[in-house]
T-cell receptor, first 115, second 112 residues
Framework: DAGVIQSPRHEVTEMGQEVTLRCKPI?????LFWYRQTMMRGLELLIY????????DSGMPEDRFSAKMPNASFSTLKIQPSEPRDSAVYFC?????????????FGPGTRLTVT | GNSVTQMEGPVTLSEEAFLTINCTYT??????LFWYVQYPGEGLQLLLK?????DKGSNKGFEATYRKETTSFHLEKGSVQVSDSAVYFC???????????FGGGTRVLVKP
């Protein structure tokens, strides 16, 4: 199994630019999660999808952030316009809803730097 | 609401020392409990889990026991190695939910 795949692994962009992060969950998993990790705030859940439908987006910081899951094998997290305070590592994770322990499998992350 | 509290780091140890990282939780119902590990520059990996009271999760020499009476899930390893240097996260999921609640993470540094 290839695991959760994220791209790009590193992104450096200038303030005001649009940034798109991509995620391919593990085949057969029906839940997908986007997290953000910073030194100051630790791990934060931004949004999660179940069967491609957004279930909880209460962690999305503001309207500049949007996430989509057009099909079971692909999701995007978009920031427009980006700001320096968005610099963080963004993780995607997937799981199978309905299993006993709801294990989540994390991707390697995208390190975003906004200058 | 649900919450997880774990000891703040960094924890610095010598190789072959005993490691304990305390974790306590607050949750209604019967959550499943997890320890995740994050090695430098990588994503989180599931280390071990326990789904009901008195269950013991174990993996790679690490152990943690689900203690409902003390709402705790402390992580232990009898003899750490330099390769165990990482950040460790305690987490829970409620049985009826789908969201992981993480603790703040504990950085462990093992010196040779």
């Amino acid at each position: 199994d290839a695991g959760v795949i994220q791209s790009p692994r590193h992104e450096v962009t200038e303030m005001g630019q649009e940034v798109t992060l991509r995620c391919k969950p593990i085949s057969g998993h029906n839940s997908l999660f986007w997290y953000r990790q910073t030194m100051m705030r630790g791990l934060e859940l931004l949004i999660y999808f179940n069967n491609n439908v957004p279930i909880d987006d209460s962690g999305m910081p503001e309207d500049r952030f949007s996430a989509k899951m057009p099909n079971a094998s692909f999701s995007t997290l978009k920031i427009q316009p980006s700001e320096p305070r968005d610099s963080a590592v963004y993780f995607c994770a997937s799981s199978i809803t309905g299993t006993v322990a709801y294990e989540q499998y994390f991707g390697p992350g995208t390190r975003l730097t906004v200058t | 609401g649900n919450s997880v509290t774990q000891m703040e780091g960094p924890v610095t140890l010598s190789e072959e020392a005993f490691l304990t990282i305390n974790c306590t939780y607050t949750a209604t119902g019967y959550p499943s409990l997890f320890w995740y590990v994050q090695y430098p520059g990588e994503g989180l990996q599931l280390l071990l889990k326990a789904t009901k009271a008195d269950d013991k999760g174990s993996n790679k020499g690490f152990e943690a026991t689900y203690r409902k009476e003390t709402t705790s899930f402390h992580l232990e390893k009898g003899s750490v190695q330099v390769s165990d240097s990482a950040v460790y996260f305690c987490a829970l999921i409620k049985a009826a939910g789908n969201k992981l609640t993480f603790g703040g993470g504990t950085r462990v540094l093992v010196k040779p």
